[in-house]
């Protein structure tokens, strides 16, 4: 006997049975949905990009360790993209000159990150990524946030199950450039032990900061900051720092608009926030689970006003966000927000067992008008099984109507119904039953 | 000045601005509409794959020169899938035992194979897969062929445009094997060569099968086989040799179905029809472009019911097809099929130049009231752009209507609508409005 190979996926990745598609082609749907109605417009490009357009912004970890690469057959190194924006702002950089802006765009597509498999991550997953370019002021973040919070609420969740956490990276620079003096060097570095205090216990977190030689005071500061609101913050950080920093004017700004807007209720200012991309460069955010027994972000996003420059001097502001197909749904089954999937199936047309053609003819033909009538009809593919068989696949897929054309129906042209539900049946015209 | 990146994409796949991907989804929406009217489930698997599933069956040419493959960081040899079929099976192996059969699946998803890009060839291209499983008789196939006639009709084809060809691989080797006595190696050459007839000069032909030592007489009554059809086969092949062949009974019961079912006059028996995958093993078919400046096969389908042994000792008889999108993309250019794709951005919500914040306050509000109403609104992201701006705006992005919302709208609770295409504007309330 021969070696029969795997019928495993590749580990960390994910085989879509129907049922499971149903729930996928549910959510892109709806993510669909609402980027329309705010009239982002669809796009996308390929899953295999040149390596350096993520080398030159992604972040370290990213590049270094969690990158598909390889050589084509031609020597080219290329990358399975581990997320969609750098490959987005190649795009809008070809283009540059004849596309009308502002520009909003949205894509729904895979990413592929080499990491551990672990509940909430895989290492394909899909991103929703939304994105509005060419508008430098705060209204362009509020319609981002807003696209979040209708997501959000056509998925059934609201105030209670989620919340947009949001801050500035200029802040952060005011802390730790303006306020502490730190170098660039130690800042880069302080900065990223911020962005994991989520996941560290306050000694931890004291201890990575002491690591890079930061004094207790200035560790206390940190800690301050990270804690602190909108309210207390020009206690943590001097206020001449603070009025010429145009990441708190922006944050003022954003805050009186969302409470306008009525967006307030899902909206909260939280200096903790960081985010690991290096292109992060003014108002960044995330959106937390409030599930108590699993609290956690679960996606967020970024001002990039810059990053468009590894392709060319160009200048164009930058915002937006994407979310994960994977977190999103462990949200939906921890709040029980996810419909049951119905079957597309409207009706099974049984075919008559018998070696006379008449009656598979009479079913194929009936078959194709209902869906000349836009009826989703399904038609048994044998010629002597029993009705009791193909009564009973109805019954096991859950199809909800059965058509009966046996001699009696052919004899008077009728077909008969049957309710799979309610168990009835009815003979009756095609044409009345369409 | 640092270097800057390409904005290219990879070479041979394809960036999708709005307006390719709207042409996109028309086509993914026709293909996914007529699979679900024919109650097939979608369903989905990674691009990665072990590449084994591929090493296996799909042939030489395919794994040797064209797959895209590398190890992962922990050395696992993996595909880019070049085809979606062994992931297909391979889904249906892992569960064999829990899904109900007969099996109707579809899935639209994207392939990789290094070719030289040239028209109507890409490295990168999407597929839509449609297979049943389970069935042994030529009704599934009878419904492959009536899903494949659905979908370009649907699309606006009719029987002058396009053709779906059909052979049997059990007649190639009854031609091969029994009538012409070749051993499986000297087979196995010949039907390759016949593969590629349809791109070599008669002679060219002649020399290729000469080089492999079949004899000038061998030659002739090959090339009478992929000269017959239905009525003549008979004279090329022996009676005997034909009544015992299960092809040459699938064709006739196939024939007969489609004349039935009003489908003959978009099909033909053209036994020249081979196909290049080592799996298929019955039914072959092709679909041409009739189309006299470019008359050549766009897509096919087989049975491969010994695929999945691959996987296992399972028995489940298969049949399906696949079409790509780039060929069909030229098909439709080609006989000015595809539709204009409209705009989706239905109203765009103008905002009234000025430092107080009402006007900004009315309009996003106005845009929220037409989005909940199911209208898809695009709100202006600018407080102090002229009017005129903001309708050449609309004007160049061809969106319908612009909403005003002045001192005048705002004092009578009214809104100003503007026809940009008749040029008419009128005033009324939003809820008339909607």
Chains 1, 2 share one sequence.
Do not use: H
């Amino acid at each position: 006997m021969e070696n029969k190979l795997s019928t495993q996926p590749y580990k960390g990745a994910r085989d879509f049975y129907p049922e499971d598609m149903a729930t996928r082609n549910y959510i892109f749907n709806v993510w669909k949905k609402v980027c329309e109605s705010f009239c982002f417009e669809e796009y996308d490009f390929p899953i295999l990009e040149p390596f350096e357009i993520f080398s030159a912004k992604s972040g370290e970890e990213l590049v270094n360790q969690q990158i598909f690469s390889f050589e084509d057959k031609a020597g080219r190194k290329l990358a399975i993209r581990p997320e969609l924006t750098p490959g987005t702002v190649r795009m809008i950089a070809q283009k540059f000159k004849e596309i009308q802006k502002p520009i909003k765009w949205f894509m729904i597509g895979n990413n592929w990150r080499f990491e551990k498999p672990q509940l909430g991550r895989g290492r394909e997953f899909f991103q929703l990524e939304v994105n509005t370019f060419g508008v430098s002021g705060v209204l362009a973040d509020l319609e981002i946030i807003s696209i979040i919070v209708e997501i959000m609420k056509d998925f059934g969740a609201d105030e209670k199950m989620f919340e947009v956490c949001i801050s500035d990276r200029r802040l952060i620079f005011a802390l730790l450039n303006d306020a502490l003096g730190l170098n660039e060097e130690t800042s880069n570095k302080a900065r990223k032990i911020m962005d994991k205090r989520q996941k560290l216990s306050k000694d931890e977190f004291s201890e990575l900061l002491k690591e890079i030689d930061l004094e207790d005071n200035k560790i206390e500061i940190i800690e301050q900051f990270m804690d602190s609101n909108l309210d207390n913050l020009e206690k943590v950080l001097d206020k001449n720092v603070l009025k010429e920093n145009k990441g708190y004017e922006t944050i003022k700004n954003l805050f009186s608009y969302l409470d306008n807007s009525g967006l307030l209720k899902y909206c909260r200012f939280d200096p903790s926030i960081i985010r690991g991309f290096d292109y992060s460069d003014g108002l960044v955010y995330e959106v937390f689970d409030k599930n108590p027994n699993n609290k956690r972000s679960m996606f967020g996003g970024e001002r990039f006003d810059k990053l468009i420059n590894i392709f060319g001097d160009f200048e164009l502001p930058a915002t937006g966000f994407a979310m994960g197909d994977i977190t999103l749904l462990e949200f939906l089954k921890g709040w029980n927000l996810l419909p049951k999937m119905d079957s597309k199936t409207e009706f099974l047309v049984t075919v008559w067992p018998s070696d006379e053609s008449k009656y598979l003819t009479a079913s194929l033909k009936t078959a194709n008008k209902l869906r000349s009538a836009g009826k989703n009809a399904e038609i048994w593919l044998e010629t002597d099984s029993k009705l009791d068989k193909q009564l009973k696949y109805a019954d096991k897929k859950q199809i909800p109507y059965c058509l009966i054309l046996g001699e009696k129906e052919l004899d008077s042209g009728t077909v008969t119904i049957k309710d799979m539900k309610a168990n009835e049946q009815k003979t009756m015209s095609l044409n009345d039953l369409i």
